[in-house]
């Protein structure tokens, strides 16, 4: 997938590195890379990030360090209660090299390679409440904050999220196009999607789309629609009280066996299963 390259360098400054708070009603679908590397804690908020070519909803606790250039999004559920929060931040290879030369900083230097590949962190309530103070902090306590950050993580057991390093191709010649997709999607997908009418929406044919699509996701067409409309359905499982069938139909299935079968597929359990355990 071509992403869009997003300029921190603009964005922070002066600073030594970039650190916010990010509040919107939702994380909105933006196929990006950039050279920093990046450490994203979600607050609050629910949906699905993309990391290379791995898939996978996300939710309260995300919290996930990425290596340089390695193209990503976290898209929210737009139909949320309260709005999604998030803290970024967001440091140049050149800043953290200097401390990388050191015997005491070997876990930290494993991790930033191992970071090309994505690391997901489990939340812990320390390690929130010091990002938070990050955000305020001044000086170069600012700067020993962050190293603290990063070494502790270094430490801690993670989980790497793509099984294969992701070689991205830095260029934006198709980013506007397939953003254009993905944000269709995501606004149709509890009515009935056809081919032509995505394929349409860049000038494509249905056959060219096809092959469009797959080499810039690494899923088909129908897949992606499909992690699109169990992650809702997951969602309405869990917080609401609408039945099954209701479930299947407001997230465009248009039979309830279909539903069954591609939610068993994608979750490992049923629907009725997946509501009692979750």
Same mark, same amino acid.
């Given at each position: ?13 002066? @600073? ?25 804690? =979600? ?66 230097? =494993?991790?930033?390679?191992? @970071?090309?590949?994505? $690391? ?16 305020? @902090? ?22 790497? $999220? ?5 070689h991205n191709i830095l260029s934006t010649k198709n980013e506007l196009?397939? #953003?254009?997709?993905?944000h269709y999607i995501q606004n149709n997908y509890n009515s009935a ?8 929406? $860049?000038?494509?044919?249905?056959? #060219? ?37 209701? $479930? ?30 979750a």
């Amino acid at each position: 997938m071509k992403a869009i390259l997003e300029d921190i360098q603009l964005e922070k400054g002066t @600073a030594s590195f970039h650190a916010y708070l990010v509040e919107v009603p939702f994380f909105e679908f933006k196929w990006h890379y950039h050279p920093e590397y990046e450490l994203t804690y =979600i607050i609050k908020g629910n949906g699905f990030r993309i990391l290379g070519n791995t898939y996978e909803n996300y939710t309260n606790g995300d919290f996930v360090l990425l290596g340089s250039n390695l193209p990503h999004t976290w898209s929210g559920n737009s139909n949320q209660s309260e709005n999604s929060q998030a803290i970024v931040i967001q440091f140049s290879h050149e800043l953290i090299q200097s401390f990388l030369n050191f015997e005491e900083s070997e876990h930290l230097k =494993i991790m930033l390679e191992q @970071a090309k590949r994505g $690391i997901q962190f489990t939340p812990e309530k320390e390690i929130a409440t010091q990002l938070k103070e990050l955000l305020t @902090a001044k000086g170069m306590d600012r700067i020993l904050q962050l190293i603290s950050i990063l070494d502790v993580l270094a430490k801690k057991t993670n989980r790497i $999220i793509n099984p294969n390093t992701f070689h991205n191709i830095l260029s934006t010649k198709n980013e506007l196009r397939i #953003n254009k997709v993905c944000h269709y999607i995501q606004n149709n997908y509890n009515s009935a999607i056809q081919l032509k009418q995505v394929a349409d929406l $860049i000038f494509l044919t249905e056959s #060219n789309f096809c092959k469009f699509f797959k080499k810039a996701t690494g899923k088909t067409f129908s897949d992606y629609v499909n992690e699109i409309r169990i992650n809702e359905a997951c969602r309405l499982l869990i917080q609401s009280e609408k039945t099954i069938n209701q $479930i299947s139909f407001e997230c465009g299935f248009e039979t309830l066996s279909y539903f069954n079968r591609v939610f068993l597929k994608k979750k490992n359990s049923t629907p009725s299963n997946y509501r009692k355990i979750a």
